[in-house]
């Protein structure tokens, strides 16, 4: 898992409710991303951000927000917008954005709509 | 249809087997190929990084790369239990100055003593 953490491991949702997923790293790397992975999906690209107070929808950013105040921190809230937001999720972070550098990704954090 | 393909499985093999695992894609523009093993409720970790055609490897694992044909391949020999696990492609090409990653959908390999 490298040096990123996400918390919590598990989460528990109620319809309607907004969360928000932590991600840290202590990579010192710039860029950060999040991911969605449903069973048979493989990983979808929800937000990425390579500088902070700067960052990019993906290809799933409906429902989502994030916010990149901080180096280290890249948290991932998933608002009631979000029409069907039971999966994991993964936080990565990568020294540059994509290309020659390795992506590491956190442990994931299985969110639960109940 | 996806710019990446890959076939879920499960694929099933013995321990001591050559396993082959592979993607083909549609986007000629990919400049960076990867693959990642996942294990269960785990995060991806790296296994290969390559850029370009040929082959690369690193002890029991191979990465071929056809760009020609757009196609990469993993190959994993004297496979062991230990290997079971979803193994991931991931490509990455140039989007608007950035390297935007994608992933396949993975393949769930299952080795078996």
């Known amino acids: 898992d490298g040096g990123i953490t996400q918390s919590p491991k598990y989460l528990f949702r109620k319809e309607g409710q907004n969360v928000t997923l932590s991600c840290e790293q202590n990579?010192?790397?710039?860029?950060m991303y999040w991911y969605r992975q449903d069973p048979g999906q493989g990983l979808r690209l929800i937000y990425y951000?390579?500088?902070?107070?700067?960052?990019q929808k993906g290809d799933i950013a409906e429902g989502y927000s994030v916010s990149r105040e901080k180096k280290e921190s890249f948290p991932l809230t998933v608002t009631s917008a979000q029409k069907n937001p039971t999966a994991f999720y993964l936080c990565?972070?990568?020294?540059?954005?994509?290309?020659?550098?390795?992506?590491?990704f956190g442990p994931g954090t299985r969110l639960t709509v109940l | 249809q996806k710019e990446v393909e890959q076939d879920p499985g499960p694929l099933s093999v013995p321990e001591g087997a050559i396993v082959s695992l592979n993607c083909t894609y549609s986007?000629?523009?990919?400049?960076?190929f990867m693959w990642y093993r996942q294990y269960s409720r785990k995060g991806p970790e790296l296994l290969m990084y390559?850029?370009?055609?040929g082959n690369k490897e690193d002890g029991r694992f191979t990465a071929q790369v056809d760009k020609s044909s757009k196609y990469i391949s993993l190959f994993i020999r004297d496979s062991q239990p230990s290997d079971s696990a979803t193994y991931l492609c991931?490509?990455?090409?140039?989007?608007?100055?950035?390297?935007?990653?994608?992933f396949g959908r993975g393949t769930s390999l299952i080795v078996h003593p």
């Open positions: 951000s390579q500088i902070v107070n700067d960052f």
């Open positions: 986007n000629s523009a990919f400049q960076y």
């Open positions: 390559t850029y370009s055609s």
């Open positions: 990565a972070s990568s020294l540059n954005l994509g290309g020659r550098d390795t992506q590491y």
């Open positions: 991931a490509m990455i090409v140039l989007s608007g100055g950035s390297y935007i990653p994608t």
């Open positions: 990579l010192n790397h710039d860029a």
